[in-house]
Every structure is written in C-alpha cells, then in structure tokens.
C-alpha cells in the first residue's frame, strides 16, 4: 500500500510538471496598447495581449512570442510604443523560446515555420531589406529613455546618458532550467526585432549576449539558437558591440546556430581612442553561421570570429580599425571566408594571420598584405570607378565612421544601402557551392533569390554579398544595332537585331509584368514615333517599368563585362562604341557667343520621355497612370538635340522626361 502511494505521488508531480511546461503562443502588445484589463489577460490571442515581460515569464520551451510592432510615423518616437528592458539586466530569453517581432497586430494565423523562411514569410519589410521590418517591434535597454549619442564619447560607457542602461538588452541562454528542462532541444529564436540601447560595460554582448551556461547536461550542444532579421544599432560592448557568442556554446551540426539576414550598424565596442578590432558588429567564439549579414559603420571594428563559425555571404563595411579578424591568432589560424565582400574599412584586417579568403572581394586601405586564398577579387577604394573593379553600392555611407547623423526615434532606418547596382564586380563572382541554401535559406537579404543563372542559363551563379543583383534573364534580352538591324527581325541576337531602340523596348514591354533588358550598339537613333496613339504628343523614345537600355556596345559582346570599363562614361567614349539618342531633325552649326547659347535646331521637345503617360499624352506628376514601380535603368547613352521652347508648355528637361518615374536611374 505503501508502494502505491509512492507511485501515486510521483505520477501526480510529474503531470503537475508536465502541465506547467506546456508549450503556448502568446500575444504580445507595446504599454500604449495595454489597458488595465492586461493585467489580467491571459496572452493567448492579440485582443488578450500581455507585455514582453509577461510573456517571457510564462513561455517555456517550444513556446512562441509574437510581439506587435508599429510604423515610426505610429510610434512618433515615444516610448510607450517601445518595449523596455525590466532591469539592468535587460530581457532573459528563455532556452527552447521563440521570439518573433515585427507584426502589424492583426495577423491571424501565425506559424513558425513560415516564419523561419523569408521566402514564405509575409511579414512587411522596407527597402527590399529583410531586416528592415516595416512594423518595428523596438527592444531598447535605455530604462530612462534619455539616450543621447555625444559627440565627443558616442555611446562609449563616459557617456552619462547612458548609465541606466542594461548591459544586454536580450540574453538568449541555451541552458536548461529545472522549471524549463526544454528536453525536446527546440532552438531559442531571436527573429524580426529593432534591438538597441545595450551598454555592457567590462562585459561582452550589448545587443545580444548568446551564452549556454549548461553544467552536468548531457543534452550540451543539442540546443541550437537562431537570430535572424534584426537590426541592432547603438550597442556597446567591452567585445562584441551587437553580438557576442560565448565559448561554451558548443552546437552540434544537426542543430541551427545561425546569425544570418542581420543589420549591425553604428554599434561600438572597447575603448575609446583604441585601434582595434574588438567586434563592434559581431563577436563570436562558440558555434555560429554567418551569412546574409550587413555590417557597417561599426566602431573598432566589423567581425571577430574563431574556428567554431562559418561566414559566407556577408557584407562588411565603413567599419574602423578592420573589417575582420579571428579571435585567436593561433588556434583560429585557417579559418575560411567565403563570397564575402570587405570594403571601406580602416583596414582589411588588424591581426595576422587572418582569416583565409575565397571567392570574395577586398580592399585594403593601409596597404596590408593580400589575403590567403584563392579567386578573390581586389577592389577599386571609389565605389563607381571607371579604371579597375568596382562594388558599385547603391547608396553607400560615405565615411569609416560612426553615423551621426541617423536618429531612429524620427527615421526608421538609415538612407543607406549596399545593395549591389548594376555593374558590380561582385555580381555571379562567389562560389556556390559553399552556400547551403537548404539550412541557411535561399534568399538574400535582399528578399531575392540567392542564386542566380549565367548567360549560358545552365550554370549557377552566387553574388559576392549579403545582397544579390536580380539580373534579367538572357531570353528576356533584345538586341539593337544601327549597322545591319532590321525592325523586321526578331532581336533575339547581335545577328538578329532590331535597327529602332523603340522596337526592342516594345516587344519587352508585353503585358507580362517581367523585366527586361535592351543592349545597344554603337551609332545614332533618332525616335520616329509618338509617345502614345495622339500625333500631338512627343516624339520620344519611351521607356517602360523595368525595361533597362543600355549603350555602348560594338555589336559582337555576350556580357555586359565585355565592353571597356570606361564605357560608363559617355565623355570617355570612343567613335566605334559611342550609342547616341538623337533628337529628330537634330543640327547643331555651333556656339553663339553673342547670345551664350548653342544654335540647335531640332524636332524633338523630348529625345526620352522617362515618365508615366496618361490618355492625353501628357506626364502624370502623382503616378497614377502607369508608375515606374520596378528599378528601371538606363546606361551608356549620349543624349543630344532635344530643345524646349516656352511655347511647347514644359518646363522640364529638353533631353530626357523624368516626372515621376519612380526607381529609377
């Protein structure tokens, strides 16, 4: 009997046990969203949201955190609308929990593993950046809300504004606890969040501190983690500014421990006034993926990383002291990089040896020793260069250093980009075979395919970069050539090719939506047709949404590398591969000195009408009829001839029509 009442008790506890670990989802809402009915919400729908703080007290293993988030206009930089570490400790995230921010607050039906892939995920974004949410769900370790970055110390420790602030804003421990033994090994997911604010002074990790404290726990290492879409500026650590991964974090292959489609950006990490790389994007000892990153204008450094990580695919940039280094010179020696670009940073590395690099690409302003490796490219130090290789950034910070002029409580994110333009060197150079889209996710940060296709449409290509370069497809290609075309071919080819830009730009421009490119030989077009069905609207060549021209070919190139670097620049071309738009009836019998002008005559108000049309052939200044809404590019071309008189009722540019035409270049 005795026996039985034992059994009876131990069985009792165990579904007591079994009950208060099970797993839920809770629904999170910022303190402006919360009534006074919250504090006695159970959190399981969005109508019932709790806090943060609540629900990271409830969760256990295989639970999961939705957290709202709100547009900067909503938000109009209050702190109500952020949420708040509790204490100087910052937010505990327990192991086996995942967190997920970056929600509009109404969603539905949620599921995780729609979450983890970017490619299913409908969670709004901005700038074609996966890590820039669109609804920022803010998780700040500035208790008193009165940060302010100094001049003279940034958000170094002297800086006073700063000394109520946690030392971590999230820590994610992999341990298991008696009250969460998380014994089925689920990851602890940090996803979607706008982390700011750490100040780990003396200690590591001020954005995210990745730590598995496990002692006697035979499950060591089959815990993973994940930390994915976030955006971490203004944290400070002794090492390891936004990120650091602690040495006993020790996950097994078959367990994710990823850091991938991140922004690190103006975060700081040592001493002020040192020089060196002590990770002021990311610091990492124990086991980590590295991939689809972005980290620039970081102080004292980009990356440190060990033996324990693998980084492929990332961009590193605008940093001080180095771009990348490992954490132990000697035990870390052989490390490999992969499709990796590290540009504009004080140096390429502070510490030899250095990591070894493949497929990537460098520049090396204190002229250190090239890197170890091999098919690595040397870039130029400008961005958009005629002589040499180029990374051709879209919008690149300016400087090697930290970014004062951003404030994220009034811009959601900085009018930055390095996403890859048209010409990059970096376009098609990585390996990819050193990519495994299967565990790391087949998109870049980009939001687009990480692979692509060269022209032979067989073989696979992988941009250098945390961005990939959506390259039109070659059967989306049509060719143009003054000397030999035809209107009555098909312009698939130089052999085939159309004589009227026109021609090509219409056959692409089919209905479809698809983008598409036109490749122009040498020699001078002139358009011949109005730009709509209306003989009194200009006569111009028309451009589409998405349909690219580009000039400055000879007629025979199978890439668009092919042609001479310097073709960029119409000012440079030479006679046989200058492509001229010219206005009809164009004549030009030289310089007026008495009137300062040129003396042109010419048929054309307009050589390029670049603009939406509405029915009456005129431009539509709000983009209602007809938007550019795709990157739209036009490139190697000499425009000549257009003139407008105030008689024609225009007051635009004479050569080319550019009312808002939305991306384009």
Request: proline share 3%; charged share 20%; net charge negative.
């Amino acid at each position: 009997m005795l026996r039985f009442i034992k059994n009876g008790i131990a069985a009792t506890i165990l579904m007591s046990l079994s009950l208060a670990i099970k797993a839920q989802n809770y629904y999170v809402k910022a303190p402006h969203d919360l009534t006074a009915a919250s504090t006695t919400a159970d959190g399981l729908s969005w109508n019932n949201a709790i806090s943060l703080q609540q629900a990271l007290q409830k969760a256990t293993a295989g639970s999961n955190i939705y957290v709202k988030g709100y547009t900067t206009e909503e938000a109009n930089g209050k702190k109500e609308y952020c949420y708040t570490v509790p204490d100087t400790k910052g937010f505990v995230l327990p192991s086996g929990v995942r967190m997920y921010g970056g929600f509009k607050g109404d969603e539905a039906e949620i599921d995780p593993a729609i979450l983890d892939n970017p490619a299913k995920d409908k969670r709004e974004y901005l700038d074609s950046d996966l890590s820039r949410m669109r609804y920022r769900s803010v998780l700040t370790a500035d208790i008193e809300y009165d940060d302010v970055v100094s001049k003279t110390w940034l958000i170094y420790p002297q800086n006073k504004k700063r000394t109520d602030n946690a030392e971590h804003v999230v820590t994610m421990n992999l341990a298991p606890t008696n009250a969460n033994p998380n014994s089925s090994n689920n990851p602890t997911v940090l996803n979607g969040f706008f982390v700011m604010g750490g100040n780990a002074n003396g200690l590591y990790g001020g954005g995210v501190y990745i730590v598995d404290a496990s002692t006697d726990d035979n499950n060591t290492g089959e815990r993973g983690y994940e930390v994915a879409r976030c955006f971490f500026t203004d944290n400070y650590a002794m090492q390891g500014g936004a990120v650091y991964v602690a040495s006993n974090v020790k996950v097994k292959d078959n367990q994710r421990a990823y850091i991938h489609y991140n922004t690190l950006y103006n975060n700081v990490a040592g001493t002020r006034g040192a020089d060196d790389n002590l990770g002021g994007g990311i610091w990492a000892v124990g086991k980590a993926a590295i991939s689809n990153n972005v980290v620039f204008c970081n102080t004292n450094g980009g990356m440190r990383v060990s033996k324990a990580t693998t980084v492929v695919n990332n961009t590193i940039t605008r940093n001080t002291s180095a771009g990348i280094d490992l954490v132990d010179k000697t035990n870390d020696s052989g490390l490999k990089v992969y499709n990796t670009v590290i540009w504009g940073n004080h140096r390429l590395n502070k510490i030899s040896p250095a990591p070894e690099l493949y497929n990537c690409a460098y520049y090396t302003l204190h002229g250190e020793d090239a890197p170890t490796g091999d098919k690595n490219i040397w870039l130029q130090e400008s961005n958009n260069s005629a002589e040499g290789d180029t990374p051709n950034f879209k919008d690149p910070a300016a400087s090697i250093i930290y970014d004062l002029n951003y404030g994220w409580k009034t811009t959601a994110y900085p009018e930055l980009s390095f996403a890859l333009d048209y010409g990059s060197a970096l376009i098609g150079k990585g390996d990819p075979t050193q990519y495994n889209d299967k565990v790391w996710g087949d998109q870049a940060i980009s939001a687009n395919s990480r692979f692509g296709t060269a022209d032979d449409e067989t073989t696979t290509t992988i941009d250098i970069g945390a961005y990939a370069y959506s390259k039109v497809s070659k059967s989306r290609r049509r060719y143009v050539n003054a000397a030999g075309g035809s209107d009555e071919n098909d312009g698939k080819s130089w052999a085939t090719a159309f004589a009227s830009p026109q021609k090509a730009i219409d056959a692409l421009n089919d209905g479809t939506g698809q983008r598409g490119e036109v490749w122009v030989a040498a020699g001078t077009y002139t358009p011949q047709t109005h730009i709509t069905a209306d003989n009194n609207s200009p006569v111009a060549f028309r451009m589409y949404s998405g349909i690219n021209v580009i000039g400055g070919f000879i007629g025979t190139e199978e890439s668009i590398e092919d042609r001479t670097r310097d073709v960029q620049y119409t000012w440079k071309y030479g006679t046989d591969r200058r492509t001229i738009f010219q206005a009809s009836n164009y004549t030009n019998t030289g310089w007026n000195p008495t009137k300062d002008e040129w003396t042109i005559n010419s048929g054309s108000y307009h050589v390029v009408w670049f603009a939406p049309v509405v029915t009456d052939g005129t431009g539509s200044d709000n983009n209602s009829v007809e938007p550019f809404d795709k990157e739209t590019i036009l490139e190697g071309v000499t425009i000549e001839g257009g003139i407008l008189t105030s008689e024609s009722g225009s007051t635009s540019s004479s050569f080319l029509r550019n009312d808002g035409a939305g991306p384009s270049r």
